[in-house]
């Protein structure tokens, strides 16, 4: 104890030094994690899921970002209204922290529910969905009728 | 006590290098400036504007394809560059990004994979990027098959559509070139990798 009472000034910008380190570690307030390997996640579509795999969830809970009609009235018991410019406020990320089961973002516009997606699974929440109307969310379904005979100038 | 100063640095250190990673690869900008910054409106523009600034051949963009580069060689808007999604998230955004004077626009076949570009390129600071809403779906949609279908039609329209079917004139030559010319032409839209200024040979 007396080396420390000696060497007050080094103890204490250790220990500053030491909880900042904690709380950067720990704290919900920033982003701290490996942003390609948790994004990996959204390239396989894995986050994707469509309405008939809900039933088969457990503790799911359901964030219904836009007041979206898509699901109606069902799975209200454990549906969550959140306005997308509020999904960072302390109430809903620690209601969403706290929930032991997958949480599935829902959305009338899928833009908004990717880009909170990437915003939450980058704070290092886990186990956060999409619902999205189809499971091939990436696949462009309109046919090209090419035109052989024109050529364009810039060649 | 010097043995007890050591023991309390040595735990210290050990706490610290289990602590979850920090990684310098995580995202800069405050979450909540990220929020706000992705939603708004700004940051989408619609298959039209970018048609038009197709058509008015803006050097001031680059539009960014992020689909496979099989789906890329089939088919693709022109001017765009390709790079696949994967690699996107994967590697040091600044190889693509590098020019803080261009705005990039991101899009894929629908809208997911362009979102997320977008996100991801803002948290990692890259402010000038922005998102084409609806991907090639809703080019194809708004775009390809446009058609004017009133009695009268406005300047306004008249411009529209005007653009439109330039844009789609475009598209159709572009992608109806046989194989060996749209590879030339591709490799002309294609990122090398930024190399090193000086530096031993």
């Known amino acids: 104890m007396d080396t420390f009472k000696k060497n007050r000034f080094v103890s204490a910008v250790f220990l500053i030094l030491f909880v900042a380190v904690l709380y950067r570690s720990f704290s919900h307030s920033g982003f701290r994690y490996d942003a390609p390997k948790l994004a990996g996640q959204s390239f396989q579509g894995s986050n994707i899921v469509t309405e008939e795999q809900i039933p088969g969830f457990q503790n799911a809970l359901i964030i219904n970002l836009n007041n979206s009609e898509i699901l109606k009235d069902k799975y209200s018991e454990f549906t969550l209204k959140v306005n997308p410019d509020s999904i960072l406020e302390k109430k809903n990320i620690r209601r969403i922290i706290k929930n032991r089961g997958p949480v599935i973002l829902v959305s009338s516009e899928n833009s908004i529910s990717a880009r909170i997606w990437m915003l939450l699974s980058q704070k290092g929440i886990k186990n956060i969905f999409i619902l999205s109307e189809e499971k091939d969310f990436e696949v462009l379904k309109n046919k090209f009728r090419p035109d052989t005979l024109s050529v364009p100038e810039l060649i | ?201």
């Open chain 2, 1 to 201: 006590m010097r043995k007890k100063i050591t023991v309390i640095l040595l735990l210290s250190g050990l706490v610290l290098a289990l602590l979850p990673l920090s990684a310098n690869r995580s995202f800069m900008v405050k979450p909540e400036k990220l929020l706000s910054e992705v939603l708004n409106p700004d940051v989408s523009l619609t298959v039209d504007q970018v048609a038009k600034l197709i058509v008015n051949e803006d050097s001031t963009i680059r539009i960014i394809d992020l689909r496979p580069t099989e789906e890329f060689n089939r088919l693709s808007i022109p001017g765009s560059v390709n790079v696949p999604y994967i690699y996107f998230i994967s590697s040091d955004l600044y190889t693509y990004m590098n020019d803080r004077n261009i705005t990039n626009i991101f899009y894929s076949n629908k809208s997911f994979y362009s979102n997320y570009a977008m996100v991801y390129a803002r948290g990692m600071g890259y402010k000038n990027s922005l998102v084409m809403e609806g991907g090639l779906s809703e080019w194809f949609n708004t775009v390809m098959e446009s058609k004017f279908t009133g009695e009268r039609i406005s300047a306004r329209e008249n411009a529209l559509y005007e653009t439109r079917a330039k844009a789609a004139q475009l598209f159709t030559q572009i992608n109806s070139m046989p194989d060996s010319l749209k590879a030339v032409f591709m490799a002309a839209n294609k990122f090398s990798a930024k190399k090193l200024d000086g530096g031993c040979e």
